[in-house]
Structure formats: structure tokens, C-alpha cells
């Protein structure tokens, strides 16, 4: 049933993906609110399978690849709207429906989506690690997905040739706004994720392997995301250079993501 509830929501989130596809030409508030329902319809049917597998296993573990994929579907979905809320905008959107459709589609297709996790890992500080951690992605995604919207918003406003959904973006400093607060939401997450997970490599492997590539490329993304805070916090950058230094750490991301097919302590199992 966990897998069933799984494609339904892949299913919602396919009419979000039409909307990011039909906005890049036209603007349309029906199918707007139409993509925006059948997000929050998905993410029911989404949380609908993440308890419906903690229901059947006593827990969920993201030790494969598709289980990791949903989580983090989930949880860039939840910031999403919560930004909508606060906003009142759907133009990440462009970004966001996307990748949702497609880590979610990968987390679809498989015939189990989650399995056990050995009794020896169940550890309060590794849940904590593994929730902040995912929390610390998300909120890191949505501000790419703003640097992105602002470098594109920039450069047809200096051409003066708006377009489709281009024409109704919020304002540049409001795109900037969004950005910056997602910063500031998950570099703690980010920071406590990796404070729980030095705690965990302790405790079952006596110590922290800082060569592990995923150990290394997690440490630098920490390192690249405090000069991220630092720049904009304290030495005020705003706009376009905040937001290709977000595109760099995003980057950095994607390959601390990429690492755990190599590493020791967190490689992705096989299904």
C-alpha cells in the first residue's frame, strides 16, 4: 500500500510538472491554482506512504536511494508551501515541480520501497541526524530555485523582453528575500545534521572518517554555506552575486548527495 499511495502522489505531482512546463510560455491562474491543489493532494498522498511504511516496519530508513528520494520530495514540497503561504507565489514552482516529479517518479518505480534497518542503528541521535540533515537540503533547494528565478528575472528585465510567467514574478527584491530566508532556515538544520552525525560515526565506527568522500563533500558544503550566511548576513551581498555563490553551494551539494554511491558510512544500498 506504501508503494500504491506513492504513485498516487507521483500522479498529483505530475500536474504540477505540466504547470512548470506550461508556465515557461503562458500564465494561466486556473491551471495555477489547479497544480497548486494537486501539490497539496500529493503531499497528502505522500505522507499517506511514508506512515503507512513506518507502519509496517516499526521505521523508516533512507539507506536506499528511492527511500531518500521521497523523504527529500516530501520535505522540499513542505517548503515550498510554506513559502507559498507566506508569499503568495507559485513561481518557484518552475523549479520545485520538477524535482519532486522526479525524485518522487525514482522512489515510484521500485518494488520496495523501504526496507529494515539493522536494530544496532536505531538511535535517537541518528534519526536527528538523518531529519535535520534532509531538512537542511530542502531548505537549500528552495534557495537555488530563488538564485535561479533572480538571474532570470534579472536578465529580461535588463533586456526588457518578459515572458509567460516571467511577466508576473515577484518583485527582484522579494525573489531575493525568499533566497535569502531559506538560507538562513537551513544552515542551522544543516549544522545540527552534521553535529548528530559526527555523534553517530562515534558511537558505531569509533571515529569520524573525514576522508569518506560524502564525509568530505558535506564538510566543504557546511564550509561554502557559512560563507554564504557571512557574505550576506554580515557583509550585506545581495542579488546576482548571492545568488551565484547559493548556485555554487547548491552544487556542492548535488555531489555531497552524488558521494554517498562511494562511501563507506553512508553508500546507498542496492534493491
Not at 500504491?4 to 507521483?10: D, H, K, M, Q, S
Not at 528552495?142 to 528585465?157: D, K, R
Not at 550576506?232 to 552524488?258: D, H, N, Q
Request: proline fraction near 3%.
Amino acid at each position: 500500500m506504501s508503494l500504491l499511495w506513492l504513485r498516487v502522489a507521483l500522479g498529483c505531482y505530475g500536474v504540477g510538472l505540466l504547470y512548470a512546463l506550461f508556465a515557461l510560455t503562458r500564465t494561466s491562474d486556473l491551471f495555477n491554482r489547479v497544480a497548486l491543489h494537486a501539490a497539496y493532494l500529493g503531499m497528502v498522498f505522500q505522507l499517506v506512504s511514508l506512515v503507512e511504511a513506518v507502519r509496517l516496519s516499526g521505521h523508516v530508513t533512507v539507506g536506499l536511494v528511492h527511500n531518500s528520494g521521497s523523504l527529500l520530495a516530501f520535505l522540499i514540497m513542505t517548503v515550498f508551501m510554506i513559502t507559498y503561504l507566506v508569499y503568495k507565489t507559485t513561481s518557484p514552482g518552475i523549479i520545485v515541480f520538477p524535482l519532486v516529479f522526479l525524485l518522487t517518479f525514482m522512489a515510484a518505480m521500485r518494488e520496495q520501497p523501504f526496507v529494515l534497518m539493522s536494530p544496532g542503528m536505531r538511535t535517537g541521535w541518528l534519526v536527528a541526524h538523518i531529519s535535520l540533515i534532509f531538512l537542511g537540503y530542502a531548505a537549500l533547494i528552495l534557495s537555488f530555485c530563488a538564485s535561479v528565478l533572480y538571474l532570470i528575472q534579472q536578465h529580461f528585465l535588463k533586456s526588457k523582453r518578459p515572458n509567460g510567467v516571467l511577466s508576473r514574478l515577484p518583485a527582484l527584491e522579494e525573489i531575493d528575500q525568499i533566497g535569502y530566508r531559506a538560507l538562513l532556515l537551513g544552515f542551522p538544520f544543516m549544522t545540527l545534521g552534521l553535529v548528530a552525525g559526527s555523534v553517530v560515526a562515534e558511537s558505531f565506527f569509533g571515529r569520524v572518517d573525514f576522508y569518506d568522500p560524502k564525509i568530505m563533500l558535506s564538510l566543504l558544503m557546511w564550509a561554502v554555506y557559512l560563507v554564504m550566511v557571512f557574505t550576506r548576513w554580515i557583509a550585506g551581498w545581495r542579488g546576482r552575486k548571492a545568488a551565484m555563490l547559493a548556485s555554487v553551494t547548491f552544487a556542492i551539494a548535488v555531489c555531497a548527495w552524488i558521494a554517498n554511491y562511494w562511501s563507506k558510512t553512508h553508500g546507498f544500498v542496492t534493491s
